[in-house]
Nanobody, 115 residues
Framework: QVQLVESGGGLVQAGGSLRLSCEAS????????MGWYRQAPGKQRELVAS???????NYADSVKGRFTISRGNAKNTVNLQMNSLKPEDTAVYYC?????????WGQGTQVTVSS
């Protein structure tokens, strides 16, 4: 099975920065996509950013220019650098990996941006 362990998150003032990290373990394909999703109270889970094993990235329009997703030095790790945070970025952030056609999720980490 595949497991995802997230770290980072917390409380920050508007305009501040946070960094999320996630490491996947288990039987991981060399060809996979990792990403970050978020879910605010009363809203559906939405894609924030994703990155393929080849380095191609995709961002939600709402975070373009503020968030950067990257692969870590260790295999199967992904980071999300979040700058210029806004109160509307407040949500539970979930790490995700699409591996052999299946989606696996982390437990989620809370990000709260105060105004």
């Amino acid at each position: 099975q595949v497991q995802l362990v997230e770290s980072g998150g917390g409380l920050v003032q508007a305009g501040g920065s946070l960094r999320l990290s996630c490491e996947a373990s288990g039987s991981i394909s060399s060809f996979n996509t990792m990403g970050w999703y978020r879910q605010a109270p009363g809203k559906q889970r939405e894609l924030v950013a994703s990155i393929t094993s080849g380095g191609s990235t995709n961002y939600a329009d709402s975070v373009k220019g503020r968030f950067t997703i990257s692969r870590g030095n260790a295999k199967n790790t992904v980071n999300l650098q979040m700058n210029s945070l806004k109160p509307e970025d407040t949500a539970v952030y979930y790490c995700q990996i699409r591996n052999w056609g299946f989606d696996y999720w982390g437990q989620g980490t809370q990000v709260t941006v105060s105004s």
